[in-house]
């Protein structure tokens, strides 16, 4: 598949941005999005990305498996990359355009441009917006949520390659 193999060009897969088709089908890839700056530090966010059937006419889909308190995630963990792609352009618009945003989104100058109709969790925009601190507490919280066990080593999809497992003092002295 093209787009797996364009990933593979620096400027296209964004820092801190893995991704893997999944083992039974090659339109759900399964990544994780390491965030190291900003409200989200240290968070480790496990996602699926869907291209549809007939893309690149229609976009991918992007679902958190972690949970995660963002205004532009649902309770679900789908994630609205329409402010970005409020028309998405076949042969403009890539995959790769919407793993940047997704990294993206968790960096201020994007937080601070969102647009309420583009939100799926109103709760968190307002928050954003008039109470920055309370809005801080709960996304470091999910942040430190992300890097617990129950959620780092929970593995709920079978297709899904990307696997996190504990490492030992034995194992890691093999390195």
């Given amino acids: 598949m093209t787009e797996l193999i364009n990933l593979r060009n620096p400027s296209h897969c964004p820092l801190g941005v893995y991704v893997m088709?999944?083992?039974e089908d090659l339109h759900v890839w399964y990544g994780v999005l390491f965030v190291h700056k900003g409200f989200y530090r240290s968070g480790t966010f496990?996602?699926?990305?869907?291209?549809?059937?007939?893309?690149?006419?229609?976009?991918?889909?992007?679902?958190?498996?972690?949970?995660?308190?963002?205004?532009?995630?649902?309770?679900?963990?789908?994630?609205?990359?329409?402010?970005?792609?409020?028309?998405?352009?076949?042969?403009?618009?890539?995959?790769?355009?919407?793993?940047?945003y997704l990294k993206n989104m968790f960096k201020?100058?994007?937080?601070?441009?969102?647009?309420?109709?583009?939100?799926?969790?109103?709760?968190?925009?307002?928050?954003?917006r008039h109470d920055i601190a309370i809005f801080a507490k709960l996304a470091h919280q999910s942040a430190q949520l992300s890097i617990t066990e129950s959620f780092l080593y929970d593995h709920p999809e079978d297709d899904n390659p990307i696997r996190f497992s504990p490492l030992s003092d034995a194992k890691f002295g093999r390195f």
């Fill in 108 to 128: 201020k100058v994007v937080l601070d441009g969102l647009n309420d109709k583009y939100c799926y969790n109103k709760e968190a925009y307002r928050l954003y």
């Fill in 21 to 23: 088709p999944s083992t």
């Fill in 46 to 100: 496990k996602f699926r990305l869907t291209l549809p059937e007939n893309y690149p006419n229609q976009p991918p889909s992007i679902t958190l498996l972690t949970d995660l308190f963002h205004p532009l995630v649902d309770v679900k963990g789908n994630v609205c990359i329409s402010q970005q792609f409020p028309v998405w352009r076949p042969y403009q618009d890539y995959t790769f355009h919407v793993l940047h």
